[in-house]
């Protein structure tokens, strides 16, 4: 990635956020040495780690890896023979046992955490080296008396010696200090020898070995002859004490440097599963998600959509934005007041994408989609040369040109000011230059502007888009929001008047202001405002779609539900009647029982005949009901027929039969509808069949709109509203539909009052509701009829 544009959008203050998450050495060292990276499958695996450890600490909130010295060095010297020391030691066993106990944690802990689990797996479990120097230094730091048995007996018997030196020491010096020949009544040690303080006068009457002398020179130090040998005894023994534990401390270094390889790769194994903690803590404290990286490259694939994304320097403070480039437009022109974000609107696009490519969860919803990039260029901020003697338009320029040749179309360009510092008709020339070379090119970019040039020539130009950071007319202060397909203003008078600027001098400044600016930005307001017209009209026809599709898979869905009927009254009038059967037949056996008790061949002959006579008068009635449930013969409806949903009062007209004849596609009005041939029936002329109750169609022509399941009420007069619609729901009350829809769209309001303050007190409505999103929003009204 590009080094300028990482310093410019401060990366590595991110890292070093990232680092102050980070419990142990090895593990902040991986945060400051982490880069953005091209490779889909690394960034695909750094973020599922980060995934997986938000879930861990999801689970346990308090979850660590423990205490982890830096004993990287220790071990390589105890790899090399060396001896370590009793705190090196103790270090190692901390880690070693901190080391054992993450690895034990985590593959046991009941979640669905596969990479961490797989880190932990691959770590090699140390308890010999941890059990070994447990055993043999105590938690004090001093070596255990059971670390070996010589230790013990060198350690008992040197107990023994100092104390019987130091009983014949004591006598002594009691008799030579009551004859006044010590300094003191004091046993002190010089050398490791046990010597007596003796005035410097009366050195002569005490026979020894002078180990030292007073700094005043009035005391001598002198070991008695009489303890001497004693004493060599003692220090005879203190040197074997000490060569045993220097023997004890080399062969837990040999234990140590034995594993070398596997302690140094647990070291490492435990910073990658601290990374990964430390994201998710990073991801806690900044709220931030995990984004989709889209690695191929397709038509589609460089598209940058980023959700409610923020800052994550500004914390708190920071406006969320959404925005999507590289599908509709791959060139965005951002504009707006000063201080408005814009800036920091680049350095989020721009830091947000090296995050996720470096596997870093962002302060974003996690929709938001960031393709693969192969570079990020930014030039933001102003970093003139003195020594070059480069000006700020200079200086910028060649950013530009070195952005130029380095970029391609798989690269995200930034551009704070474009052309800016220099003449602004030739700045606005060549920013349209620019932005032109970028999209023949395919290279997503996005620049902020002040140059009303460059949004009109945005607003004109396929595959270039404004956005703008919006302005409080009232407060005369920036929202830091942005909307996409409006360029914006940039306030400069307004801004200057609320910092402070006398008012006779903005005043002037209105007066002066040029016309052919002023009117520019006046046409593009116009034009904004009809593309956001035709926008609204545009969501208004999908809603109405949307409307047209639901009210279609609910008539799909009650024709289904009325087969599903017509079936389960067939199988339940079939059970009837076999139940019936069944009866019948045990009532004219036990007859026949009776019968033949009494022995009259006659009457069981004709109790039999009996039998058989009602089983076939039950088998023709059950025909008879199968036969009158079945439907007109389906070969009798051909394309064009008018036609009625059986049992409903659904009306159509044929469109087309399918290929096998076992359905048929039936347009109802604005909505189509597929029934099978078997639950409907060509509709004769209205002469030729009376009907106790004329039939209700579904069509949507407003000559018929009493006996349509919508009533459209907008274009009419308020006093017309209250009586058509009164009259409309008489109508659909005979018809028998449960549930109408009124549309009385949005506009004033005015409307949709009359309609509801009617359907309040109106003694046919059950309930009323505004529509749904797919039914058509607040421009309708559903209601459930009583």
């Known amino acids: 990635m590009d080094e300028k544009s990482l310093e410019v959008l401060e990366f590595p203050k991110i890292r070093e956020i990232l680092a102050g998450f980070a419990s142990f050495y090895l593990s902040r060292e991986l945060a400051r040495n982490t880069m953005p990276l091209t490779d889909a499958v690394a960034i695909d695996r750094s973020l599922r780690l980060s995934a997986e450890a938000r879930h861990l600490l999801s689970l346990a909130p308090d979850f660590s890896i423990g205490e982890i010295a830096d004993i990287r060095q220790a071990v390589s010297l105890a790899a090399r023979e060396k001896v370590l020391d009793i705190p090196t030691l103790n270090d190692v066993r901390s880690t070693v046992c901190a080391l054992n106990r993450l690895r034990k944690d985590l593959i046991g802990l009941n979640a669905e955490i596969p990479l961490l689990r797989e880190l932990a797996e691959r770590m090699v479990p140390l308890p010999r080296v941890e059990t070994e120097i447990g055993r043999c230094i105590e938690p004090s730091g001093e070596l255990s008396h059971s670390a070996s048995p010589r230790l013990a007996a060198l350690r008992e018997e040197l107990k023994s010696a100092r104390q019987h030196l130091m009983g014949r020491l004591e006598r002594l010096m009691k008799m030579l200090h009551a004859h006044g020949l010590l300094q003191e009544p004091l046993i002190t040690e010089r050398a490791g020898r046990y010597v007596l303080p003796v005035k410097t006068e009366f050195q002569s009457r005490v026979k020894g070995i002078i180990h030292d002398v007073s700094n005043t020179g009035a005391t001598v130090f002198i070991e008695p002859w009489s303890i001497v040998e004693t004493g060599n005894t003692l220090r005879q023994l203190a040197l074997e004490v000490e060569r045993e534990v220097q023997r004890i401390l080399a062969y837990l270094s040999a234990e140590v440097g034995a594993h070398e390889a596997e302690i140094q790769g647990n ?48 914390k708190g403070n920071a406006v969320p934005f959404s925005i999507e480039i590289g599908r509709d437009f791959s060139a965005l022109v951002i504009t707006g007041p000063n201080t408005g974000g814009k800036t920091v609107t680049l350095k989020t696009m721009g830091l947000l994408v090296l995050m996720a490519q470096a596997g870093l969860p962002i302060p974003a919803s996690e929709e938001s989609i960031i393709p693969l990039f192969d570079n990020v260029f930014a030039d933001i901020g102003d970093e003139q040369s003195i020594e070059q003697t480069l000006s700020t338009f200079s200086w910028h320029m060649g950013n530009i040109v070195r952005i130029i040749r380095q970029s391609t179309p798989r690269s995200l360009v930034l551009l704070d000011e474009i052309a800016a510092s220099t003449d602004p008709a030739e700045g606005a020339a060549l920013a349209q230059a620019i932005l032109l070379h970028f999209l023949a090119s395919r290279t ?15 607003y004109a130009t396929p595959g270039i888009e404004n956005a703008s950071l919006m302005f409080d007319p009232v407060t005369l202060r920036p929202t830091y929001q942005m909307v996409i397909g409006v360029p914006g203003g940039s306030n400069a008078l307004e801004i200057a008047a609320q910092l402070g600027l006398p008012e006779p001098i903005i005043a002037s400044a209105r007066k002066m202001r040029s016309g052919g600016s002023g009117e520019m930005e006046e046409l593009l307001k116009a034009l904004t405002r009809e593309k956001e017209s035709a926008r609204q009209l545009h969501a208004e026809a999908e809603r109405e779609r949307e409307s047209a599709a639901a009210l279609r898979a609910q008539l799909e869905a009650e024709l289904r539900a009325l087969a599903e009927s017509k079936e389960r009254m067939l199988e339940e009038a079939r059970e009837a009647v076999t139940r019936e059967m069944a009866a019948l037949h045990r009532e004219i056996q036990t007859a026949a029982a009776a019968l033949r008790k009494e022995r009259s061949r006659e009457t069981i002959q004709a109790a039999k005949a009996a039998l058989k006579a009602v089983r076939e008068h039950l088998a023709e009635e059950a025909s008879r009901a199968e036969g009158a449930a079945e439907t007109k013969p389906a070969s009798a409806i051909v394309v064009g027929d008018p036609v009625r949903v059986i049992d409903t009062h659904l009306r159509g007209t044929v469109i087309s039969i399918s290929a096998k004849g076992g359905y048929a596609e039936i347009q109802a009005g604005r909505s ?93 409505v059950k309930s009323f509701r505004p529509g749904e999103a797919g039914e058509g929003g607040d421009g309708v009204t559903i209601v459930e009829m009583g």
């Open 672 to 764: 189509k509808i597929r029934a099978a041939l078997e639950d409907i029936e060509k509709e004769e002329p209205s002469g030729e069949r009376p009907s106790p109750r004329q039939p209700v169609s579904i069509e949507k022509d407003p000559g018929h709109r009493r006996r349509s399941i919508e009533l459209d009420l907008r274009g009419r007069r308020a006093d017309e509203i209250e009586a058509e619609l009164d009259a409309y729901l008489n109508d659909v009350s005979i018809a028998g539909f449960p549930r109408v829809r009124i549309i009385h769209g949005y506009g004033t309001g005015t409307v949709r009052q009359i309609v509801r303050s009617t359907l309040s007190s109106h003694p046919l």
């Open 267 to 314: 070291l490492s194994l435990a910073a990658e599963i601290d990374f990964a903690l430390a994201k998710a803590r990073f991801a806690r404290a900044f709220r931030a998600t995990e984004p989709q990286i889209i690695p191929a490259p397709t038509d589609d694939s460089m598209a940058l959509k980023l959700v409610q994304a923020r800052h994550p320097l500004l």
């Open 444 to 458: 997503l970019v996005a620049v902020t502007t002040h140059y009303s040039q460059i949004k009109a020539f945005a």
